[in-house]
T-cell receptor, first 116, second 113 residues
Framework: QQQVRQSPQSLTVWEGETAILNCSYE??????FPWYQQFPGEGPALLIA?????DKKEDGGFTIFFNKREKNLSLHIKDSQPGDSATYFC???????????????FGEGTQVTVIS | EAAVTQSPRSKVAVTGGKVTLSCHQT?????MYWYRQDTGHGLRLIHY???????EKGDIPDGYKASRPSQENFSLILELASLSQTAVYFC????????????FGPGTRLLVL
């Protein structure tokens, strides 16, 4: 059972465009949603994260929009550059369930290609 | 800068053989995790640990064991490697109280033949 789903599987945008990556989840207990960026041959690295008490988080050219009622969120990459070409993973964690494990549930990833 | 290293970076193993993947962190972090990455599945948690000499099962622990002999080191053991365990394996660490960031190693590419 895939608790975190991402779409599209792959996305190609022109340099300067805004790339939009979508993520949805099933578990209402999830309250922390990090996005990880992964380049080929490397491990994932935290890009930006949001908690369920917020509906928007910005960091540089990256923005998360969060809809708790609909259980979905999106990552917008503004003014995309070739260096943003990578795989992006949406993840989720339930931080208020009493445990401290920090367990993350990952989506399948979206491969983004920015062409110039 | 957080540092997580993994060894080996790649390995070819035979079906039924024993495989040990190693992870070392210099972050002084409490938590360590082992994930596997398969195309189309993202990353899935195998085992994790929050203190030395103790490990916990993740979401897909079958066929894997883990060992945390010290705070810095965390190993993943495949006692009887199978074809289905061909994947890329990532180790990560996180500090207790820091809900935000897991720091990942560069990964180990395992091919079981």
């Amino acid at each position: 059972q895939q608790q975190v789903r991402q779409s599209p599987q792959s996305l190609t945008v022109w340099e300067g465009e805004t790339a939009i990556l979508n993520c949805s989840y099933e578990n209402s207990a999830f309250d922390y949603f990090p996005w990880y960026q992964q380049f080929p041959g490397e491990g994932p690295a935290l890009l930006i994260a949001i908690r369920s008490v917020s509906d928007k988080k910005e960091d540089g050219g990256f923005t998360i929009f969060f809809n708790k009622r609909e259980k979905n969120l999106s990552l917008h990459i503004k003014d995309s550059q070739p260096g943003d070409s990578a795989t992006y993973f949406c993840a989720a964690s339930a931080t208020n369930t009493g445990g401290l494990s920090g367990k993350l549930t990952f989506g399948e990833g979206t491969q983004v290609t920015v062409i110039s | 800068e957080a540092a997580v290293t993994q060894s080996p970076r790649s390995k070819v193993a035979v079906t039924g053989g024993k495989v040990t993947l190693s992870c070392h962190q210099t972050n002084n972090h409490d938590y360590m995790y082992w994930y596997r990455q398969d195309t189309g599945h993202g990353l899935r948690l195998i085992h994790y640990s929050y203190v030395a000499d103790s490990t916990e099962k993740g979401d897909i622990p079958d066929g894997y064991k883990a060992s945390r002999p010290s705070q810095e080191n965390f190993s993943l053991i495949l006692e009887l490697a199978s074809l289905s365990q061909t994947a890329v394996y990532f180790c990560a660490s996180r500090n207790l109280g820091d809900q935000d960031t897991q720091y990942f190693g560069p990964g180990t590419r395992l091919l079981v033949l």
